[in-house]
């Protein structure tokens, strides 16, 4: 039963990572993984063929016959992994619902003033810039798409588009590893207790600087970079795009989801709630905003809160909800034991890769290089599952960064790079080609500047 319960995961995962090819939600599977194994482990504990243990390593088993104490025991163990689910899933929401309200109410749409540059290689700058910010402060996935949405109505041709559209994934998937609202794996490992948002930026801040710089000085070298952009002139003036409310949606909901680490800093409460009271502040000025002046009653439903909730990708959420449930499943599930302790089937499986591979700096390196060709969502929550460092240990920083920034390495390893490939029709083997060594140059340099800090400032 246990080998069919790891063969379940295997699967889903399998599944996951052949979303295009099976044209297959990977929510799908995702959810069907999830809610398998903690049917066949529940079904497994019941029937006293394996034991169960939680987040501070109480084992529970029926082996001797039912007991109230364990039977509650296991009961507990999903809940708990349950709430800690629940806190990352409606961080997410609240997050998705203040960008789309203020894509609602077109405040993106004032970036396009500060894309002004002719020249290539100023241009190339600029939107590497915007999608190194911007996916810190909206997260990597958003800004990648408003960014590649406004190259469409700057660049004519396709054929240039697709370099500017690459280099802004792997500026975005750089920006979003050093901060903890940037990523929803650094998003993870925040809510989860692994890092704290300070500890983040500031040992991050610097190697994600190099992931980023290094290919862009790099690219701008390279010939369709260089020269005088071909810029289309819009039909419409910028100014008529824009809405009165454009502005004051824009700076509300960039402060207000930058607030979330205040709030937590103040309160001591977890983020999900700082998340959840921004989302409050920006619902609630959109109330009384005027998009236009004299707009009718029958209208106003197109600025609403309602609408934005409507376009959040509710399958996404899902997603992490089946992965994180599958992920739960593999921690609880007692697979061994170490110096004669029992350990769940994660922890038994980071204990034997520190066996084969003693150098934590290497198999964190290696894990960034994977996510790439596998989603880096569950395999940040494995990681969380399989070690124990402490808050802000160097482990969890450099686990960011590589999860964070090894998914540039090819088109479909982040869900910034699914999503340009998606909008510029972005060809996988053209990627492979041309803009993966470039990545891969980035990730190194990164990973090895902070494998510097680590060892002279850390130690």
Not at 205 to 222: D, E, G, H, R
Not at 321 to 333: F, K
Not at 417 to 422: I, P, S, T, W
Request: glycine share 8%; net charge positive; aromatic share 12%.
């Amino acid at each position: 039963m246990t080998t069919f319960i790891i063969l379940i995961f295997v699967i889903g995962y399998l599944a996951i990572t052949l979303e295009h090819p099976l044209k297959l939600d990977k929510a799908v599977p995702a959810l069907l993984m999830g809610t398998l194994m903690w049917a066949l482990l529940s079904i497994g504990f019941n029937q006293s063929w394996f034991d169960v243990i939680n987040y501070k390593g109480e084992v529970f088993s029926l082996a001797e016959g039912y007991s109230e104490t364990e039977a509650y025991g296991f009961k507990k163990n999903l809940m708990h992994h349950f709430s800690k689910i629940g806190e990352i899933l409606f961080f997410l929401i609240g997050a998705m619902t203040i960008v789309e309200i203020v894509d609602l109410h077109r405040g993106f749409g004032i970036i396009k003033k500060v894309i002004k540059p002719k020249s290539k290689q100023r241009l190339l700058w600029v939107l590497g810039i915007l999608a190194f910010v911007l996916s810190a402060i909206i997260d990597n996935l958003t800004a990648t798409i408003i960014l590649i949405t406004l190259l469409r109505k700057i660049l004519a041709k396709h054929q240039y588009r697709v370099w500017y559209a690459a280099m802004i994934i792997i500026a975005a998937n750089a920006g979003g590893a050093w901060s903890p609202i940037g990523d929803v794996t650094t998003t993870m490992l925040w809510i989860g207790g692994k890092v704290t948002a300070v500890g983040l930026s500031e040992y991050l801040i610097i190697p994600s600087l190099a992931c980023f710089v290094v290919p862009f000085f790099i690219a701008t070298k390279l010939k369709p970079f260089r020269g005088r952009a071909i810029r289309k002139e819009l039909i419409i003036d910028e100014d008529t795009e824009r809405l009165l409310s454009s502005k004051t949606m824009l700076y509300v909901g960039l402060g207000a989801i930058v607030f979330v680490p205040i709030f937590k800093m103040i309160t001591g409460l977890p983020p999900y709630l700082g998340m959840m009271f921004s989302l409050g502040l920006v619902w609630l000025v959109s109330e009384y905003v005027k998009p236009v002046k004299n707009l009718p009653s029958n209208q106003k439903y197109r600025y609403s809160t309602h609408k934005a909730l409507s376009k959040i990708e509710f399958s996404s959420i899902l997603f992490f909800l089946g992965i994180l449930l599958a992920v739960a499943a593999l921690e609880s599930l007692v697979f061994g034991s170490i110096s004669g302790v029992e350990v769940g089937t994660l922890r038994y499986a980071a204990e034997s890769i520190s066996n084969a591979i003693p150098n934590m700096d290497v198999v964190v390196i290696l894990l960034g290089m994977l996510s790439a060709l596998i989603d880096n969502v569950p395999m940040v929550a494995a990681t969380m599952g399989m070690y124990t460092f402490e808050v802000d240990s160097p482990v969890w920083h450099f686990i960011a960064y590589s999860a964070g920034t090894g998914g540039s390495l090819l088109v479909i390893g982040s869900a910034a790079g699914v999503a340009a490939m998606g909008i510029e029709k972005i060809d996988f083997i053209w990627y492979l080609k041309k803009i993966t060594w470039l990545a891969l140059v980035g990730f190194l340099a990164g990973a090895g500047i902070f494998v510097f800090i680590e060892y002279f400032f850390y130690n």
